[in-house]
């Protein structure tokens, strides 16, 4: 079975909890050939050749994020005619805890779990590893779910929502002489509104390396090009890919070994549960998202593993005891010089 055929009738077994959308959930999509190598700041060492086993196209997808969400920021088109220099944009609903920025950041939200649990492939574009297709797309159908949820709370509330807006925005042109800063015009009906809100998720399948021949008249020496081509684009995403696992790893033990070299007692040496039980739930999004068949990699993803259950498991300890946060942040430092030492 292939993994298109794979993917729907996974996708006929599982409930549709997205009711309120107006946008569907899975379609077919090309994805654009634009390519190129991570940038990356973090790990510097040259690129080892990694041990294959399984072809990538056997064991990932790729899925494309598609979103449309409601722009706050708008030109201030007699303003920017005022000036003549550049465009003056007028920011709608800034304050943080409106309920327009909760339902911008619930839809981010969607963006930001497709991120953590995949690995990048191209532009736009992510690999997911099909062992936890089922998973990944319960997980995205919930985030979905938060997220429309949220738009209905706005949708409901919208006249009241942007009526305090339109006044906020009056009192700000009212103190600065510009008193048609406010304009009705600026803000959607609520039907304009819930419908700038969409997400689709779009799949289509890796390349294999091996996958064309002669047909429609191409020569041989031009099925070579191509074939030579799409394995480099290939590896390039596996060593990328293992990349992308180690960084989302040494991130945030960066960040845990940073606050416990603070002393105890000292000014921002306040420790917080969520510091250890982070480097435990890293390491089981790394063995998620790791598509290499590198057992260095994923000794060093157990390694992680090991080390952030034991940190949990003493974090009472590392509240109190110098001593403790000591061991702690050598061991952290030793697994990431061991990391940074696989690409």
Known sequence: MNIQAMMQAAIAEEPNVLDSSPAPVVGVVTPEQETGPCNDETIKQPARQLINIKPLNEKATLVKLRQTKFNPYLKDQDATDEYGAGNVNKHLFSDSNNLVKKTIAAFAGINTYVNNNTTPWDVGVRMLNMLYYIDFTAGYRA??????????????????????????????????????????????????????????????????????????????????????????????????????????????????AEKLAIAVGQDGSVFRDGLVQNLVDTADRANRINLSDDPELQQRINDLSSLGSKLVHGKEMLRHSQTARTQAKDDIDALMTKMKGLV
Not at 164 to 192: C, Q, T
């Open 143 to 256: 985030e979905c779910a938060k997220a429309f949820k949220q738009l209905d709370v706005l949708c409901d509330n919208w006249d009241d929502v942007k009526a305090a807006d339109y006044h906020r925005v009056d009192e700000i042109g009212m103190r600065k002489g510009n008193f048609g800063l406010a304009k009705w015009s600026d803000y959607p009906s609520v039907e304009a509104l819930r419908a700038k809100f969409t997400v689709k998720l779009n799949w289509s399948n890796l390349p294999a390396a091996d996958g064309f021949d002669l047909r429609f008249g191409i020569s041989q020496q031009d099925v070579d090009e191509i074939v030579d081509n799409v394995q480099q684009q290939i590896s390039e995403a596996e060593q990328n890919g293992a990349k992308h696992v180690l960084q989302e790893m040494i991130k945030p033990m960066e960040k845990a």
